[in-house]
């Protein structure tokens, strides 16, 4: 894992507990595209599970993440896809 | 948030007030410049919906400002009868498990589902 995605994880983490915590770099898929860097860590999918997803519809659980991860989308993070999940709703 | 007297927010009021199902992507429905958008475009394809889409690549004002519109930090972004629905996961989910098909309906927005 890149500095960025490192720096993710961690807020992630202390922001949610997770029960399960993926950050997948797919990068290397959107190459060439807009907002592509060269150095990658610009395109992500994560997929998270935890308690505080609870109870929230969809927008409102992105909105969380978004929130969590507000300086990475407004500096290199080009693109974030999610899927965000609470325990019972994990599989 | 949106926020009186931002003419960019009135002018994105206007746009989202302005067809019952307005995306707001980057290139247009024929030629979307983006993967989540072009995503976007194929799941109101399938449902047979008619929507308007508005570019944000045209105008680099409109792109800043349909994030705060909406405090949402991406595109695509879809508005059913000028609500947020949410961008390319949600809509995604949403076709998958038939909500966007029941939404529609529920707005009396017609598809012709196949």
């Known amino acids: 894992m890149g500095r960025v995605a490192d720096g993710m994880m961690a807020k992630l983490r202390a922001r949610f507990q997770p029960s399960r915590l993926e950050l997948i770099d797919e990068s290397a898929r959107h190459a060439g595209h807009a907002g592509a860097r060269p150095d990658g860590e610009s395109h992500f999918h994560l997929i998270i599970v935890a308690e505080a997803f609870r109870g929230l519809g969809r927008v409102a659980r992105q909105r969380l993440v978004h929130t969590c991860l507000a300086e990475d989308l407004a500096g290199p993070v080009h693109a974030l896809s999610m899927e965000t999940r609470a325990p019972e709703e994990a599989y | ?114």
């Open chain 2, 1 to 114: 948030m949106r926020q009186p007297n931002n003419p960019v927010h009135d002018r994105i009021s206007q746009e989202v007030g302005d067809a019952p199902v307005v995306l707001f992507m980057k290139g247009t429905p024929v030629f979307p410049q983006c993967g989540f958008s072009a995503a976007v475009v194929q799941v109101l394809s399938a449902l047979g919906v008619r929507f308007k889409g508005v570019d944000v690549l045209s105008d680099p004002s409109l792109r800043e400002g349909i994030k705060s519109f909406s405090d949402w930090p991406t595109i695509p972004q879809l508005y059913v009868k000028g609500e947020f629905v949410g961008g390319c996961d949600i809509v995604r989910e949403m076709y998958q498990t038939g909500e966007l098909a029941d939404l529609l309906k529920t707005h009396g927005i017609e598809t012709q589902a196949a």
